[in-house]
């Protein structure tokens, strides 16, 4: 009867909940189910935000486009290695820490050990409550790295005497900067502050920094895309996975730091270590990362991410149509793999300014040509990698026209991260990500993937309505 009165057999396109659609399986009527929302979740506030910014479309989509230009036409080369006295002026009490601004109040418990522990490092203090007091009446001064042209991981600590790469965008002239990467375990940047921290810490200042420093300068510089485009080839996302992105930059130091250390066996010490180090690398793209966005940034209507940064305690992103302004909302923990004798009651909340990597095109959003990272998302394979990556689509303007990723047919990674997108869909950026202990002096713990939380996102899309574009 019911195909005399219509004609032909019923085709159901549903929406929404999925409850009518499971009805009609059950039933032997075919349907498609649409599993559609309404824009941001429904919130009416944030419905007329994206209809006011709506209004504005061509002015945005070429904003965009001017940021997508510079983001994919960064030039990052690793320029140099000094310490940050020199590098970046940095002066005499002054410690530079991940994230958004902060209080030593609010700072938790591996951040504040970090700091203490750089303090009696630069021997501003004998021991960590000589050093608290010195922060605690301000004769020392805590400063974002991101204010300071650099970024660090984790903790992201950086004091006058630690060396520092710089990576310099020669496409537009800016540099950025980064400590070196100390490994993993029991460090600096993970909340640890014993005398061996400080002990590696020093040999970085002393020797491994001005000898790295050195062959830099004797390479005239080193190129970092053509690097990081073949590293991703090889299965790095360069955030979590840095094993290729390391071994091809090591190839290209080591000669020059032959030369430059002739028959010292300071080389062999440092080869040892960069060896040694599946994560050295990170560091160095993490400051390619800053020098390319901080490129984008100010770019008048544009609705792109041109920073994430975590302290701790606090998720800042910054958005290249705000500049320089922060919009804050409370960290989440990350959910991961966690080292034996460790589990989640002992994670601190994420940390750190290397999600400057997730801007630019690479970390989570590139899980796809990385399918040995996505365990960290779930039962792991190259399903769940791809599923990352495609889901980052979602809230991106664009592909990246240099990091391709082979097994989705050569499609560039996500580029973009776009305030709107993310508000409109409810999805927010996923990132890779270590995971520290929440007890001072423990170090790392685990990695894993922590989400960004919506409200930066919230808060970002309120600026730019009011800013009325």
């Known amino acids: 009867m019911t195909e005399s009165f219509l004609g032909t057999p019923p085709r159901v396109i549903s929406l929404g909940l999925d409850l009518f659609a499971r009805a009609l399986e059950r039933l032997d009527v075919p349907v498609v189910h649409l599993a559609w929302t309404p824009p941001a979740g429904g919130d009416p506030r944030l419905a007329v935000l994206l209809e006011r910014l709506q209004a504005h479309t061509a002015e945005i989509d070429t904003a965009n486009a001017e940021v997508l230009a510079r983001l994919g036409g960064a030039e990052p080369v690793l320029a140099d290695c000094r310490p940050a006295w020199e590098a970046l002026e940095l002066p005499e009490h002054v410690v530079l820490h ?11 418990e591996p951040m504040q050990a970090a700091v203490l522990c750089a303090i009696r490092y630069e ?30 991981p984790m903790t992201g600590i950086i004091t006058r005497s630690m060396p520092v790469f710089s990576v310099e965008n ?45 062959a830099i300068r004797a390479a005239g510089g080193l190129p970092l895309r053509p690097l990081m485009a073949q590293a991703l080839r090889m299965g790095d996302e360069m955030h979590q996975r840095n094993l ?15 030369r430059a250390g002739g028959r010292h066996h300071a080389v062999a010490r440092l080869a040892e270590f960069i060896a040694g180090n599946d994560q050295f690398f990170l560091n160095v793209a993490m400051a390619a990362g800053k020098a390319t966005a901080d490129a984008a940034s100010g770019v008048a209507g544009s ?34 793999l966690y080292f034996p004798g460790f589990g989640p009651d002992d994670a601190n909340p994420d940390m750190g300014d290397s999600a400057i990597v997730e801007t630019i095109g690479l970390g989570a959003v590139a899980m796809a040509a990385s399918p040995a990272v996505a ?25 990246h026209p240099h990091f391709r990723i082979p097994a989705l047919d050569e499609r560039g990674t996500p580029v973009g991260i776009d305030v709107r997108r993310v508000v409109e869909t409810g999805l927010t950026p996923l990132i890779n990500t270590g995971i520290a202990g929440r007890r001072a002096g423990t170090g790392q713990v685990g990695a894993g993937v922590a989400r960004a939380p919506l409200g930066c996102f919230t808060a970002a899309l309120e600026a730019l309505a009011e800013a009325g574009l």
């Open 98 to 108: 991940a994230g958004p601004p902060l209080e030593w109040a609010r700072m938790c």
């Open 123 to 152: 021997d501003w203090a004998a021991n960590d409550d000589a050093a608290r007091r010195l922060v605690e009446r301000r004769r020392v001064r805590l400063e974002p790295c991101h204010h300071w042209r650099a970024v660090g």
């Open 170 to 214: 020669r496409a537009r002239g800016n540099r950025a900067h980064v400590t070196i990467n100390e490994g993993l375990g029991k460090v600096l940047r993970f909340g640890a502050n014993d005398a061996g921290v400080v002990a590696r810490l020093r040999w970085l200042a002393n020797e491994a920094g001005p000898l790295l420093g050195a």
């Open 244 to 258: 290729a992105a390391s071994a091809l930059l090591a190839r290209a130091l080591m000669p020059h730091m032959a």
């Open 303 to 336: 609705t792109l991410v041109t920073a994430m940064a975590r302290n701790g305690t606090e998720f800042g992103i910054r958005v290249a149509g705000l500049g320089d302004r922060w919009l804050t909302a409370p960290v989440e923990t990350p959910v991961g």
């Open 375 to 399: 365990r960290f998302v779930g039962a792991g394979g190259m399903a769940e990698a791809v599923a990352v990556t495609e889901a980052m689509r979602e809230i991106t303007a664009g592909e």
